[in-house]
């Protein structure tokens, strides 16, 4: 079982290119956002209409594909968009509410199931692998093309969905929609999928900075799982978050700003005293599946539910940052930079 375990494992290192990526094939803001552009069309029932457009994107819907998950009706979609340069999303919806999602997960938590990786076995939560079972099958015939790129993408319960099926997938067809070298893993607000092996064998099968695994602020859905019960993170975190600093340069423009309009109004306010602070967003690249010093540099981190919602996701994503941050802090004019910067250890 072993030898062709290894020689398959040989193979998909020749087929999905690792390494550190390049400005050519580095995963760009502009892939983000259309993917939680996607990610945010997919809770919408409009999507369901054949050839719908994407809203503020060049994508537009092929597939749908709903399938019951409980027998309450609780259901699960998933979506297949084609858009330019012979790209193509393949997104899984989360549940309707982030309240639900945790009843689902708690109730769950007892119930782990092998996850089968060629002869690697793996542990999800049973929860997750009767959902992803429920779509692989729908989604299988629009992933046979090599020379297309994919982006498989999902928010919430839809992030641990496509983080299974980027596994998944390194199996079926010869590996073949990782052949594309800008094929790419973006989810949003995923939680915890499997245990350590998962997490090993996810970022051994895949290159870690091909795959992005989103956190806004303090989003309380990725953190569970607990890690206490041996669920771990797969590579590779980027969390955006805001800071509060001190600033000379801005506090100096402010205090000019302020003058003039003290000397052009009938006011005498004294400005001399006003305070430099100011807010500023940024995005930070971690390193390797749980990254506590990455997460911890959040200011007033409390996890809560409000920074689950996919707005805040959109938002950030069509939005530049004031400042890219590497795994060392090192900052950056572009993603692509910090990917890289992290990537070589700066």
């Known amino acids: ?118 002869s690697q076995e793996t542990w999800v939560l049973q929860f997750f692998h009767n959902a992803f079972k429920l779509m692989f099958y729908g989604k299988k015939p629009y992933m046979t093309d090599p020379k297309k790129r994919y982006i498989i993408t999902g928010h919430s319960l839809g992030g641990a969905l496509a983080s299974m099926l980027a596994l998944q997938m390194t199996q079926e067809f010869s590996g073949s929609i990782w052949k594309h070298p800008k094929s790419c893993l973006i989810t949003f607000g995923q939680p915890r999928v499997g245990n350590q092996d998962y997490a090993d064998v996810h970022d051994k099968l895949i290159p870690t900075f091909r795959k992005l695994r989103i956190v806004y602020k303090a989003d309380l859905v990725t953190i569970i799982p607990p890690k206490i019960l041996g669920f771990v993170h797969h590579s590779r975190a980027v969390f955006m978050g805001d800071e509060t600093y001190w600033s000379w340069t801005w506090g100096k423009r402010r205090r000019r700003s302020l003058k003039h309009d003290v000397r052009h109004s009938n006011t005498t306010t004294d400005v001399g005293e006003k305070r430099l602070l100011t807010t500023r967003r940024y995005w930070q690249v971690c390193k390797e599946q749980e990254d506590s010093i990455c997460l911890t540099s959040l200011k007033n981190f409390y996890p809560n539910t409000g920074d689950h919602d996919m707005k805040h996701y959109v938002y950030e994503s069509e939005h530049k940052p004031d400042r890219f941050y590497s795994r060392k802090e090192t900052v950056r004019g572009s993603f692509e930079e910090v990917l890289i910067d992290t990537c070589h250890g700066r």
Do not use: W
């Not at 030898?3 to 502009?30: D, F, H, Q, S, W």
């Not at 457009?53 to 259901?75: A, W």
């Open 1 to 118: 079982m072993f030898l062709p375990y290894l020689i398959g494992m040989l193979y998909l290192v020749g087929v999905i290119r690792g390494g550190c990526p390049t400005t050519e094939n580095a995963i760009k803001m502009a892939d983000i956002k259309d993917a939680a552009e996607v990610s945010k069309f997919i809770y919408d029932d409009s999507v369901c209409k054949e050839n719908a457009m994407v809203p503020n994107t060049e994508f537009k819907i092929i597939k749908t594909i709903h399938e019951n998950l409980q027998s309450d009706g609780e259901g699960i979609r998933s979506v297949i968009a084609d858009g330019p340069h012979n790209t193509r999303i393949l997104a899984f919806r989360g549940t309707d509410g982030t309240e639900q999602l945790m009843l689902q997960v708690v109730d769950a938590l007892k119930s782990k199931i092998k996850f089968m990786v060629g």
